[in-house]
């Protein structure tokens, strides 16, 4: 076999396994949309999802009061490239509301396993403004985060999610009184499990179940500000994927 035919069988097995890449990237974007999976966006440049979440406040702080606190949650991805995409929340309820805007890495280890790291930023705010109440309280707080996502071949993303974050600052307003604290301080860990799978006309659905574990949680400034401990706070997260 002489040169040229070496050099125009090694052009062609080249040709072939970059479309088979490409394939098989078209049709795993085409058909695995997913917002918490760590998978690059290779054609989208957006993507997004809106949803709720419901926390349940620690009986143990409450005492007989079991608080289940519903907030909307409005997810939103931008593209910067195959492996760096923006990552932007709303969390947002009647009396109190949560903005975050981030930044993660996705790397593809094989074709089952993928895995992220990012790190965001993140502000809220809450009033309570009814009959003898004129409260009002803000933050901002900064948080790291882990994942490692399984593909499986019956179209489900399993994705294991860990992140631990620092509380920036705290203000609070309760009628004349003023409180403003920059102290910062690690805050805790949140474990994540979710899945995310196709729903109904091509469309896909996130389910996912939190562990929260933390001195001090935004949806519960109402009722106390820092613990002396961390506290635990389940939550559910359901997102359909638009």
Avoid at 154 to 181: H, I
């Amino acid at each position: 076999m002489n040169r040229f035919s070496i050099l125009l069988l090694i052009l062609c097995i080249n040709l072939s396994v970059k479309k088979t890449v490409f394939a098989q990237d078209t049709s795993f974007q085409s058909q695995h949309a997913a917002i918490l999976f760590p998978y690059p966006m290779y054609q989208e440049k957006w993507r997004s999802s809106i949803g709720f979440t419901m926390l349940t406040s620690p009986e143990d702080i409450t005492e007989e009061l079991r608080i289940r606190i519903p907030c909307g949650d409005y997810h939103l991805l931008r593209k910067i490239n195959q492996h760096f995409i923006l990552d932007n929340r709303l969390l947002f309820q009647v009396l109190q509301n949560h903005l975050t805007t981030g930044i993660r890495y996705i790397k593809p280890l094989n074709d089952h396993w993928f895995a992220s790291i990012g790190a965001d930023i993140s502000y809220w705010f809450g009033f309570v403004k009814v009959t003898g109440f004129n409260s009002s309280a803000s933050g901002w707080q900064s948080n790291t985060n882990l994942s490692l996502g399984y593909k499986t071949r019956k179209n489900l993303l399993f994705t294991f999610k860990f992140e631990s974050g620092y509380n920036l600052s705290y203000r609070s307003v309760n009628g004349e009184n003023k409180y403003n604290s920059s102290q910062k301080y690690y805050n805790g860990e949140v474990f994540t499990f979710a899945i995310e799978q196709p729903f109904y006309n091509k469309k896909h659905i996130t389910l996912a179940f939190s562990a929260i574990n933390q001195y001090f949680n935004w949806q519960t400034w109402a009722l106390f500000y820092k613990n002396d401990r961390k506290v635990f706070y389940p939550q559910m997260t359901v997102g359909f994927i638009l």
